[in-house]
């Protein structure tokens, strides 16, 4: 053995020093570089030595002759420890995984012997700067003559070195050590180049070997660091799974190390993103130079920091042996695969792969330049806005924008690995589980909607400011309809691809090709298919099962849709077409039967409203019957129940499509589905996610139970009744009402502050309608007065030197009746407020109160959905631009409804637009412009 060990250990490193002397120290490198084209330039790097100058030196003969030595004494001991017997690749993989380190080690000996012997005086610097100015290249020509050598000496000698024993104490690999070093010493060096900065880590010496990957300030790091212990666990369990380390440490440190190597180009290639090839991939996706830029920037980055691939990998490997010789040898037995259930490591997988991904685009928005965040927003297309939810804030030092932002986000990356872990743990495995994207859909919508309406909540909550944009439910919106089916598209190729493994390693597939008498192979994989088969369909619902839940839902999202409407008829919620959107936050919206139409008769609306409860109740039912088909509802009850509130809110969004395509085809002013879909942004995704709530717990507490006889017929009763009430309501008479005028005056005993309000005062007519309609009238002035009072509470008056005080707080309102009858009362205010710091302000409100309904009339209720679109706002500013003073009408692009320097009254015959002092400038006077119906078609949902 020892003979051939020193034959071996000759023979390397007679080659190696013979082709690195042959390629370094002929013409070759002069030839190649007089040459001057990339592949001339490639193969000077590879071929010839890294060390500047190419004269027969000591610094270079010593190099190459302690290159020569290590890389022979490493292959020796990698090919024992390794024992993958005579194979090509295991000497070419050696040669190269060894020739990395001992090409640097050999540009260290050059630089030191140049320095120290040849370059006394020379202006060339200390060892560190030509040991720096020569590392560029040196792991690559470090590869190229070890994979080489490893070749040659495979023809000459292809005898291989004894290989080791086992260990003595038992060894087993742990996988989760070379993933955590990898991470905990990227978190390391970081902390370390940080504190030194570019130019103190480079002047180290030291430091150079230690240098690995740099998690830095962009989201892109981050996300490359893990990428890249994720590759390294990933290469590590593969090899192992070919070469089995337990027992011999020498193997799994050899393996640990090539798993290593594959770190840098992984964590090279994410970084390589953010450096130029995205500009070039939005010009043109199909253009091939984004691709060569890419490739360029992944190996200039490799190449940036070129010890990253040769000198931390061995040494970590090192480290990472060592933890595991360390750390106490437990007898694991590995669990078969479960036959039925997805165990808790293919959900986990699962669930990361929705977080790595929307991580993803995180870091890759992160790195364009953010869109101006402005009401103007809304015009963006959809493919855009789909992803502004997940673009961080610009400027990164608006705290409260990147709060609201991470709020969000942060929320949604929670709740779709949550969710995602629970909808694949209630699967049962299947061989191609393609029909788990129903499930995995309806769990990702589930998160961005609970992501929104939460996590906008809570940033309210802590910044006590409105989302940075006025458009951010428009945002969520368009996230949920284009971003979840994509990732939810990304989860189902891990779920497919890990479910194919386990099924395979079930059936075992593997034997097929084992054994020569297909015949028998195939009748036996039949019969434990046959058997598997079986064992699934016992944790699945049975056809009568599933269509039992699928008439549950059905049937529940029809009494919600009841019991909505009967309350929408006393003034309480809104239909889904008149919903009001607000910017931020929750806000309500429900599926709706209203069997009383509203103030407006029996119009088209109101069919619209029936035909969208109905439409919910039956997607809702179809999609439970097919989400719920392959689900295991006998364990598993907590994943069905999410699975059901899930597919509620795709059917929600669904609904209002079909709505928009409806609206669209049957109301005239010619708007098209665009408009709709844009106006109706939001609401379908939270009337699933609120209907949904009762669906799930009432499909999920007894999935086998059945209503039957007397409560059935009970029920049934019930719902009609409660449909019917408000036909009460409206049976009402209360009588006239006259509005009178009151007023509400403060004065302090120095003139501080000042109240000075006149607001309707309701006589006549049900006291407590009298008490409805005056409190819905005086309400804007109520809240300015108190808002008043609270300035002045906060910021009380200045003293003046002459011992009096500024008077700098007052309110001061006035009203007109616009409209007074049976069925709307109108009110219009002016107010003029003062307060500390702030020019005098005049403000504006309007009220519509609609006394059949007892509720205060909103903008949704006045208008169409196609009047909140861009279309919508366009024409609306068209129809108005002629009433408009000549000076004005041009400056009117768009008009925005819901702008609160707007103020809308709903007058007998017209519709009153007040355009007050502020909303063109602030010396324009306040004007009414008065619009009949006729003038307004298609933008009108109620004109008397």
């Known amino acids: 053995m020892a003979m051939m060990a020193r034959r071996f250990l000759l023979v390397t490193a007679g080659s190696a020093l013979f082709f690195s002397g042959l390629f370094g120290l002929s013409a070759l490198g002069e030839l190649l570089s007089a040459m001057g084209n990339l592949p001339a330039r490639v193969l000077r790097r590879a071929l010839v030595f890294p060390g500047r100058g190419e004269a027969l030196t000591p610094g270079t003969v010593a190099a190459l002759v302690v290159f020569a030595v290590v890389l022979a004494v490493g292959m020796y001991a990698v090919l024992r420890w390794a024992d993958v017997g005579w194979s090509w690749r295991g000497y070419v993989g050696s040669g190269a995984l060894v020739g990395a380190p001992a090409g640097v080690l050999a540009v260290l000996v050059w630089a030191l012997v140049r320095a120290g012997v040849e370059g006394a005086g020379e202006p060339e610097g200390s060892p560190a700067s030509l040991f720096y100015g020569s590392l560029t290249y040196a792991p690559a020509w470090g590869v190229t003559m ?223 330049p953010a869109p101006v965040r402005q009401a103007e927003i809304v015009d963006a297309p959809l493919l855009s806005r789909a992803l502004f939810l997940l673009t961080p804030p610009s400027p990164p030092g608006d705290e409260a924008a990147l709060l609201w932002f991470w709020s969000v986000a942060g929320t949604f990356l929670v709740l779709s690995a949550l969710l995602g872990y629970a909808a694949v743990r209630g699967q049962t495995n299947r061989i191609l589980p393609v029909g788990a994207y129903l499930t995995l859909l309806g769990g990702l919508a589930l998160a961005a909607q609970l992501a929104w309406n939460g996590g906008g909540t809570i940033a309210r909550a802590l910044t006590d400011q409105r989302p940075p944009t006025s458009a951010t439910v428009s945002e969520a919106a368009a996230f949920t309809a284009v971003y979840v089916p994509f990732c939810a598209l990304v989860m189902l190729l891990v779920h497919v691809a890990v479910g194919f493994r386990v099924v395979r390693s079930v059936l075992d597939l593997g034997s097929l090709g084992e054994d020569e008498d297909f015949d028998r192979v195939w009748d036996k994989l039949t019969a434990d298919y046959g058997v598997w088969k079986r064992k699934t369909a016992a944790f699945t619902p049975s056809r009568d099962e599933l269509r039992l839940m699928s008439v549950k839902a059905a049937g529940i999202a029809v009494v919600v849709a009841v019991v909505a409407g009967a309350f929408q008829g006393f003034g309480v919620g809104r239909p889904v077409g008149q919903v009001t959107v607000p910017a931020d936050g929750f806000f309500l919206a429900l599926p709706s039967l209203p069997l009383v139409p509203g103030p407006q008769g029996a119009d088209l609306h109101w069919v619209l409203e029936i035909i969208t409860g109905m439409l919910y109740a039956l997607s809702l039912g179809g999609l439970v019957w097919l989400g719920l088909r392959r689900l295991n509802v006998r364990e598993r009850r907590l994943s069905a129940g999410l699975a059901v509130w899930g597919l509620s809110v795709v059917a929600g969004g669904l609904v209002m499509l079909v709505r928009a395509l409806l609206e669209a085809a049957l109301l005239d002013g010619g708007f098209g589905p665009g408009d709709l879909v844009e106006a109706y942004s939001g609401v379908g995704w939270q009337m699933g996610l609120l209907a949904g709530i009762p669906v799930a717990v009432g499909v999920m507490m007894r999935p086998g139970w059945a209503p039957r006889g007397p409560v059935l017929r009970y029920g049934a009763a019930l719902t009609l009744a409660v449909a019917a009430a408000p036909l009460a309501r409206l049976a009402q008479d209360d009588g006239q009402v006259a509005i009178a005028t009151a007023t509400w005056r403060v004065e302090h005993r120095d003139p501080q502050l000042t109240v000075d309000v006149r607001h309707p005062l309701v006589q006549g007519g049900d006291a407590g309608e009298r008490g409805r309609i005056g409190a819905a009238l005086s309400a804007p002035v109520r809240e300015l007065v108190e808002t008043t009072l609270e300035d002045y509470r906060r910021y009380p008056p200045r003293p003046t030197p002459e011992g009096g005080t500024h008077t700098t707080n007052s309110v001061t309102s006035r009203f007109t009746v616009v409209r007074d009858d049976s069925t709307v009362i109108s009110i219009r205010y002016v107010s003029l407020v003062r307060t500390v710091g702030l020019r005098p302000r005049e403000i504006g409100h309007a009220v519509d109160f609609d006394r059949a309904f007892g509720r205060t009339l909103t903008t949704r209720d006045v208008f169409t959905a196609a009047a909140f679109s861009r279309t919508g706002r366009e024409r609306l500013a068209a129809a108005l631009r002629p009433h408009l003073p000549p000076n004005l009408a041009a400056s009117l692009g768009s008009v925005d409804v819901d702008d609160g320097l707007l103020q809308i009254n709903l007058g007998r015959g017209a519709v009153e637009f007040t355009f007050g002092r502020p909303y063109f400038c602030n010396a324009c006077e306040t004007f009414t412009v008065r619009m009949p119906p006729e003038r307004l078609p298609g933008l009108l949902r109620r004109s008397r």
């Open 146 to 368: 070890g994979a080489l050598t490893g070749l040659v000496v495979w023809v000459w000698d292809p005898e291989l070195p004894a290989g080791s024993e086992r260990a003595a104490r038992p060894f087993q690999a742990r996988g989760w050590v070379l993933p955590s070093l990898v991470v905990g010493w990227a978190l390391i060096w970081s902390v370390i180049a940080t504190r030194l900065g570019p130019s103190g880590a480079r002047d180290q010496p030291l430091l150079i070997p230690l240098r690995w990957l740099v998690i830095d300030d962009r989201h892109l790091g981050v996300l490359a660091v893990v990428v890249a212990a994720g590759v390294a666990g990933g290469v590590e369990a593969l090899l192992r799974r070919r070469l089995p380390v337990e027992g011999r440490p020498g193997r799994a440190f050899v393996v640990a190390w090539i798993a290593l190597c594959a770190a840098p180009p992984a964590y090279a290639a994410v970084t390589a993103i953010g450096d130029g090839m995205l500009d070039l991939y939005a010009a043109g996706p199909l253009n091939i130079g984004w691709v060569a830029e890419y490739a360029e920037d992944t190996g200039a980055a490799l190449v940036s920091e070129p010890t990253r691939i040769a000198v931390p990998p061995l040494l970590l490997a090192l480290v990472v042996t060592a933890i595991r010789l360390r750390l106490p040898a437990r007898e694991r037995v590995r669990a078969e695969p479960d036959p039925v259930r997805p165990d808790r490591r293919w959900a986990l997988l699962v669930a990361g792969a929705a977080v790595l991904y929307t991580y993803f685009r995180i870091a890759v928005a992160s790195l364009s």
